[in-house]
């Protein structure tokens, strides 16, 4: 089903067709508020009075044309400025391949130092998010190059990944920001584990490598970015162990899953941030969100019968 779904995610003729269709459009509801900024904007307004911070996401990949990217860039530059006349903590998480990297690195580059010079002169971080493994060494290295400029900007890490705790060791002499996340593209076995049992202990033990740099003095921001409460606890429980407090790392979650757990672990004090994806190129990124969770595509279907 999960390989099913990941292919369903990249076919050229469905991402074009099934969008249009009204019942794909009610179901992306429960994952994204709109698909405009204002209906983003307005649900982090209403996160930030429960004390959940945001991460805003306009969703879109691979561009044909390079232009397009400026244009992608002048979007986020309206969002950080909603971001600043409205008060929010919130921050925004770009994809590279967005901001034209297939096309122009240097360019990608040029808006990306933009856009985070801006977001410094708010206080804010910005982040890049980690695409498919064949992205994955040119995203890490455009990331040391971007933040030997802005020191403000954090890079996602997938620890499905077997080369990962190399990369965490390769990135903490930066005081990096790490939003650590399983991961959610189709991989090999030669790049990534397979099993959710090696995935999961991967993810503590890349967490726990980052908690005991900080604890040895390494500044590093560290964002948990996911759902697994279990994997949640017992990355809080070494922290503890590690004398760090609850405030030592960030749980990041999406918009409309375990909002639940979303506001109990803000009210007991962790720091929470929801992200909060919108835009009309929700479809690849919808197939994901169904790929790492069965049980939703039944959500799906229950859309088309009623
Ligand atoms: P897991 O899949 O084990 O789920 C744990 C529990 O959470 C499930 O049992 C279920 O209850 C709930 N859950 C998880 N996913 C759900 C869903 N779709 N619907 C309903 N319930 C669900 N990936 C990537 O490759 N690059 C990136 O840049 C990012 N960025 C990113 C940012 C943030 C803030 C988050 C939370 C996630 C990402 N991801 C990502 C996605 C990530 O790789 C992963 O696919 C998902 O977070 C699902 O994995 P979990 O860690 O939640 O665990």
Excluded at 219 to 241: C, E, M, Y
Aim: a neutral charge.
């Amino acid at each position: 089903m999960r390989a099913l779904l990941l292919w369903m995610a990249r076919n050229r003729w469905l991402r074009e067709h099934l969008p249009r269709l009204w019942f794909a459009k009610r179901a992306v509801r429960r994952f994204m508020p709109g698909e405009d900024l204002e209906s983003a904007i307005t649900a982090a307004v209403g996160f930030q009075v429960e004390g959940l911070a945001t991460l805003f996401t306009h969703l879109g990949e691979n561009l044909e044309a390079i232009g397009d990217a400026d244009e992608v860039a002048a979007h986020y530059d309206r969002v950080l400025d909603e971001i600043a006349t409205r008060k929010l903590d919130g921050e925004v998480s770009v994809k590279l391949t967005q901001l034209g990297y297939d096309l122009d690195v240097d360019r990608t580059l040029e808006h990306c130092r933009e856009l985070a010079g801006r977001a410094a002169a708010d206080g804010k971080m910005f982040w890049i998010d980690m695409e498919g493994s064949a992205y994955t060494e040119g995203t890490v290295a455009f990331y040391e190059r971007l933040k030997a400029t802005h020191p403000n900007t954090g890079l996602c890490l997938q620890a499905y990944l077997r080369r990962t705790a190399a990369d965490i060791q390769r990135l903490l002499p930066l005081d990096p920001a790490i939003r650590l996340v399983k991961g959610a593209y189709a991989e090999t076995a030669a790049v990534a584990y397979q099993s959710r049992h090696d995935v999961d202990a991967n993810y503590l033990a890349l967490s726990v490598a980052m908690l005991e740099a900080m604890r040895a003095g390494t500044k590093v921001r560290i964002g948990l970015g996911t759902h697994d409460i279990g994997l949640i606890d017992q990355v809080a429980q070494h922290a503890t162990a590690l004398g760090l407090p609850k405030t030592s790392f960030e749980v990041q979650m999406l918009y409309g899953i375990r909002m639940d757990q979303q506001r109990r672990l803000a009210r007991e004090g962790f720091l929470v941030r929801d992200l909060i994806a919108y835009g009309e190129a929700w479809y690849p990124w919808y197939m994901r969100r169904l790929a790492e969770r069965p049980a939703n595509v039944l959500f799906a279907l229950r859309q088309v019968i009623g």
